[in-house]
């Protein structure tokens, strides 16, 4: 970290230590990315110094054009929707699938917004899926609950671009749980939304919602979010229902969280989540999402180790299943035995074992 003068700081540097205005209030955080207008901004309250942080040493910064992030994001945004959601057999759900990732296409193309996804990319593969699983789960469950185009078109930027402040975050948050860091690293994670607020406030064509929802989407209805402990009748639909996929995200993937299964994560929204996010939304969520993700390898209670090979509309907790090794340790490598646990009420799942 390096203290220069005003007129020395050029576009893209790293606020290192955050500015306080004359009467305390904070004007500028850590860990912004200074442009033009916050250099104004400086000057406007007569501030002649600032410490900004020394680039990272022999860094190779990878080049993405807003083509390639389209496509990539695309592709992954179908992986999404074939792994979390179950679309056999519900074709109600299949076409609404296809308008959100049309939706989030187009999102994604729009200059300003592709601009802070590869700058996410470049910093981490991890946030990067996540603002696709978030944007994904919001747009689908926004749609489903009734929204209309100009809120769903919100929920889509605003998942999009919610944790872009995480970029200017050094401590480690993947698979680590927020409550267990010192407290001064949980505080400058906690920053995070007000730095993607101030990256993106003066986007004058950004409606205020998607500035909310960067700003608002660790509130909790219940008043013990952060950053300002708002509670369920101050906060837009729209922040509600970010905030609740992006929670589901967190804890399924470990942002800021240890890691969890998605079945562990469908059990806390169906206790603790009630009192925290929204009813509709949760219910909607929870109803719509694949409890055990295609794909995934799993154990049952008659000791067979199977492959979830579809899901049953109905049913999220029984989905059909490829026996791949029974508890006699019999491989079933190249014979397809399915068992559709619609079917056989005595099977059930015990443990996921990859997902």
């Known amino acids: 970290m390096r203290r220069i003068n005003i ?47 020394d680039p990272a040493p022999d860094k190779v910064v990878e080049s993405f054009t807003i083509d390639e992030i389209a496509r990539e994001s695309v592709d992954e945004v179908k992986c ?17 699938a296809e308008v959100a990732s049309s939706i989030i ?25 996540h603002l696709l699983n978030v944007a994904t789960l919001s747009t689908i469950i926004g749609i489903k609950i009734g929204m209309g185009q100009e809120q769903i078109l919100d929920v889509a930027r605003g998942a999009i671009l919610h ?53 608002l989407h660790h509130e909790r209805n219940d008043g013990s979010g952060y950053p300002f402990h708002k509670k369920e009748g101050s906060l837009p639909i729209e922040v509600k229902l970010v905030a ?38 949760v219910n909607t969520l929870l109803t719509n999402i694949a409890w055990f993700p295609t794909d995934s390898k799993v154990v049952t209670n008659e000791g067979d180790i199977a492959v979830v090979f579809k899901q049953n509309k109905a049913l999220p907790d ?23 646990l619609t079917e056989d009420l005595t099977c059930f799942i015990v443990d996921i074992l990859e997902e």
């Open 318 to 340: 029984r989905p059909v299943l490829r026996i791949i090794e029974n508890k006699e340790g019999r491989k079933f490598d190249s014979e397809l035995v399915v068992k559709d």
């Open 105 to 129: 296409s187009e999102v994604i193309t729009n200059p300003d917004i592709s601009n802070c996804v590869i700058n996410v990319k470049r910093n981490s593969d991890s946030i990067y899926s």
């Open 7 to 53: 007129e020395d700081i050029s576009d893209g540097d790293i606020l290192g230590q955050a500015i306080s205005a004359q009467n305390g209030a904070v004007l500028m955080y850590e860990g912004v990315e200074l442009k033009p207008y916050h250099i104004k901004k400086l000057k406007d309250n007569h501030i002649t110094h600032i410490f900004v942080k």
């Open 244 to 281: 609740a996929c992006d929670h589901f995200d967190e804890l399924t993937n470990g942002i800021a969280y240890k890691k969890n299964k998605v079945s562990d994560v469908v059990e806390y929204f169906r206790t603790k989540g009630m009192h925290l996010f929204d009813h509709e939304i």
């Open 163 to 215: 944790d872009i402040g995480l970029c200017s975050v050094d401590e480690k948050y993947i698979d680590v749980d927020m409550d267990h860091m010192p407290a001064a690293e949980k505080l400058n994670y906690r920053k995070h939304v007000i730095t993607g607020y101030e990256s993106i406030k003066n986007i004058d064509w950004l409606r205020d919602t998607v500035k909310d929802i960067v700003l």
């Open 80 to 96: 999404i929707i074939e792994k979390r959601f179950r679309t056999e057999n519900n074709e109600e759900i299949r076409q609404i």
